[in-house]
Nanobody, 115 residues
Framework: QVQLVESGGGLVQAGDSLRLSCTAS????????MGWFRQAPGKEREFVAR????????FYAGSVKGRFTISRDNSKNTVYLQMNSLKPEDTAVYYC????????WGQGTQVTVSS
């Protein structure tokens, strides 16, 4: 059983930065891709970024490209999402997910960006 635990969310002002972390239990972390998703109030969950098992091929949603950076440290079973130049529209619950079919999900961490 794989468990994912996010941390690092909070309340910030527009233009600020935050770094989210997601730590996985289980030995197979470094064998599958990881991603970040978010869900704003009243909206469907949407893709934010993903990264391959070895840290390569990062891919971003157009709305965050150039502002967010996904990375991972397999020695720590952790994936990160560095978020810069935050905007009020980035306000959402952020979830990490893992596995080729996003089989594993964390519980989410709230990010609130005030204008």
């Amino acid at each position: 059983q794989v468990q994912l635990v996010e941390s690092g969310g909070g309340l910030v002002q527009a233009g600020d930065s935050l770094r989210l972390s997601c730590t996985a239990s289980g030995r197979i972390f470094n064998t599958y891709p990881m991603g970040w998703f978010r869900q704003a109030p009243g909206k469907e969950r949407e893709f934010v970024a993903r990264i391959s098992w070895n840290g390569g091929n990062p891919f971003y949603a157009g709305s965050v490209k150039g502002r967010f950076t996904i990375s991972r440290d397999n020695s720590k079973n952790t994936v990160y999402l560095q978020m810069n130049s935050l905007k009020p529209e980035d306000t959402a619950v952020y979830y990490c997910a893992g596995g080729s079919s996003w089989s594993y999900w964390g519980q989410g961490t709230q990010v609130t960006v005030s204008s």
